[in-house]
Structures are given as structure tokens and as C-alpha cells.
């Protein structure tokens, strides 16, 4: 049950950004061709803002897993995210 709560999450989560992202940020997106479909891949961003990794998240288009530091687990939108993209 928990499996599927977080897909669902992760889902949504990644639909809401989506929207967000591309309207009101008008975030355009290039090379995601370039991004390979299967196998092992770390993808590293350069963090300009706090918004980095919910874009790379919802543009590769590949499940993925993140590491962050514990303090983030004090706040409960970023505890949530944490969870769901476990």
C-alpha cells in the first residue's frame, strides 16, 4: 500500500510542478533526447535555486531518488517530497 500511495504522489507532484513550471516560469527544456531511458545515470544539478531539483525531477522523464540534507525533514513540504521521491 505504501508503494502505491507514493507513485501516486510522486505523480501528482510531478503533473502540479509540470504546469507550474512551464507556465509560470515558462521553464523550456532542451537535450532531454540525450538523457538515456534505462540504466544506471547520476545527474547532477548546480543548485542557482531551490527549485532545481523539482525541475529535474519532472523534465528527465526517468524515476529518481535524491539526496538532501536531514534538516530538510524539518519542514513538512520538503519532508513530503523527500518521502514520495524515495
Excluded at 20 to 26: A, H, N, Q, V
Excluded at 34 to 47: S, Y
Excluded at 55 to 78: D, P, S, Y
Amino acid at each position: 500500500m505504501d508503494k502505491i500511495l507514493r507513485k501516486i504522489s510522486r505523480g501528482f507532484v510531478i503533473v502540479v510542478l509540470n504546469i507550474g513550471l512551464r507556465t509560470i516560469y515558462r521553464m523550456k527544456v532542451k537535450g532531454v533526447k540525450n538523457i538515456p531511458k534505462k540504466g544506471a545515470l547520476i545527474f547532477c544539478g548546480n543548485h542557482i535555486s531551490y527549485m532545481d531539483p523539482p525541475a529535474i525531477a519532472v523534465t528527465t522523464g526517468r524515476k529518481m531518488g535524491f539526496m538532501a540534507k536531514e534538516e530538510l525533514k524539518n519542514n513538512w513540504l520538503f519532508a513530503f517530497l523527500g518521502w514520495a521521491f524515495e
